[in-house]
Antibody
Framework: QVQLVQSGAEVKKTGASVKVSCKAS????????INWVRQAPGQGLEWMGW????????GYAQRFQGRVAMTRNTSINTVYMELNSLRSEDTAVYYC?????????????WGQGTLVTVSS | SSELTQDPAVSVALGQTVRITCQGD??????ASWYQQKPGQVPVLVFF???KRPSGIPDRFSGSTSGTTTSLTITGAQAEDEAVYHC???????????FGGGTQLTVL
């Protein structure tokens, strides 16, 4: 079945970087864009950006421009999200999610989430 | 506008019908999708596009749009429907995805 498996929880210091991986299986990896969404404790969902595994094209939410980078390794069906200059407000669960179809913006399935904790 | 607005909380009696709304200017041009998230769990897509429901989602979940408001309706709410419901769509430019703040549904 279609599945996204993310890397494990991370604890980082303020100012550091974190890189979260998302490994896809059960479908043709390059055919579906991957999006990243985060959720701070007790808060709603916040879209961070997308990447095309086929072309490597990316698009980032304005508030993360210059601080986030999404990359991929097609040989192992994995997408990465790196967030730099971490601050306490970046403490959140980070999800990768596959676009359900090429033309829409609905996400299905989602990875299991990766908790990133940022502290000084 | 680049915002989607949802009521923070809604309640419904068991077996009754509830409508959860999401409002935003971009909804005039773009369909929305809805996600159900139970405590400690991953969001699950329950409705999307013009009128689509993923396989495995009960047909008591339906959606509609009128003007700048899109709605998720649960007809005959069950105890297991108690969750936070998030809407998402494109922003007015069409370049980015946006989410509403989420609605906590309580089934009484």
């Amino acid at each position: 079945q279609v599945q996204l498996v993310q890397s494990g929880a991370e604890v980082k210091k303020t100012g550091a970087s974190v890189k979260v991986s998302c490994k896809a299986s059960g479908y043709t990896f390059i055919n579906y864009d991957i999006n990243w969404v985060r959720q701070a404790p007790g808060q709603g969902l916040e879209w961070m950006g997308w990447m095309s595994p086929k072309s490597g094209d990316t698009g980032y939410a304005q508030r993360f421009q210059g601080r986030v980078a999404m990359t991929r390794n097609t040989s192992i069906n994995t997408v990465y999200m790196e967030l730099n200059s971490l601050r306490s407000e970046d403490t959140a669960v980070y999800y990768c999610a596959r676009k359900r179809d090429p033309s829409g913006w609905w996400f299905d399935p989602w990875g299991q989430g990766t908790l990133v904790t940022v502290s000084s | 506008s680049s915002e989607l607005t949802q009521d923070p909380a809604v309640s419904v009696a068991l077996g009754q019908t509830v409508r959860i709304t999401c409002q935003g200017d971009s909804l005039r041009n773009y369909y929305a999708s809805w996600y159900q998230q139970k405590p400690g769990q991953v969001p699950v897509l329950v409705f999307f596009g013009k009128n689509k429901r993923p396989s495995g989602i009960p047909d008591r979940f339906s959606g509609s749009t009128s003007g700048t408001t899109t709605s998720l309706t649960i007809t005959g709410a069950q105890a297991e429907d108690e969750a936070v419901y998030h809407c998402n769509s494109r922003d007015s430019s069409g370049d980015h995805v946006i989410f509403g703040g989420g609605t906590q549904l309580t089934v009484l």
